[in-house]
């Protein structure tokens, strides 16, 4: 029945418009759609630990987005191998390969006046909004492997070529390590928060190389907001 409800769902919402920027939004353009693939990017993902990065979403809406994207061939359900044993979500190949239009459309809209920067960020939009920010022209021949810890969980990326990259992953091997939530973490990177008052706050945690830890805000610059 529920699958069902899915379906006629998506009918009542088609545009009858053969472009493909019509489907997309028949597909993912529901209220939450994108940001629930979001939360996927880096892996598969519980229940609990979707709804816990996405403030303000309820648990039958998360389970609706959920569903909707497992019909459409975006998403599909994975059971964790033993000892966990737990079921989780992700995303399928295809699913994975609209990551792109997250960093576009990110991009876009932080031009926005409007935008609010304080509000909540999880990991995967600090990771995912740094992969789009990079500056390769700044980061040059640069080569670093850069370690995050939030929220329980750790993260390795990489600079290579001006190209960021990041999965999780154990974080040893890092030559600078950032630990914080990400809200915090980016309030450095984008905001011109200083360093020194973080880390005196113990707000936020940096190991590591300082030389590269004083060159990184400078590797993602944020565009120019749009003019009215």
């Known amino acids: 029945m529920k699958s069902d409800n899915i379906t006629k769902n998506v009918a009542h919402r088609r545009y009858g418009d ?14 939450w759609a994108l940001l629930v693939m979001r939360e996927m990017m880096f892996g598969p993902r519980r229940f609990g630990d979707l709804r816990a990065s996405l403030p303000g ?12 994207l497992i019909t459409s061939g975006i998403a599909r359900r994975e059971r964790l191998p033993p000892p966990a044993s737990t079921p989780v979500y ?29 509000l909540a960020f999880s990991a995967a939009s600090l990771l995912l909004s740094l992969r789009t920010m990079i500056a390769p022209d700044r980061a040059g021949s640069l080569y670093a492997k850069i370690g995050f810890r939030m929220a329980g969980e750790t993260y390795c990326a990489s600079i290579v070529d001006g190209v960021f990259a990041a999965e999780r992953a154990p974080v040893e091997d890092c030559d600078i390590v950032l630990e914080g939530d990400p809200p915090t973490i980016a309030a450095w990177i984008y905001g011109g928060v200083p360093l020194d008052d973080l880390e005196t706050a113990g707000a936020l945690r940096i190991t590591g190389d300082r030389s590269l830890v004083a060159i990184f805000p400078e590797l993602f610059p944020l565009p120019a907001k749009a003019q009215s």
């Open 90 to 118: 992700a995303l399928t190949e295809w699913g994975l390969e609209s990551e792109p239009i997250l960093g576009v459309l990110g991009r876009w809209a932080v031009r926005s006046p409007q935008h609010d920067p304080t």
């Open 18 to 31: 053969a472009c493909g920027a019509a489907h997309a939004l028949e597909l993912i353009g529901d209220r």
């Open 57 to 68: 979403i309820s648990a039958n809406t998360l389970t609706q987005r959920l569903e909707g």
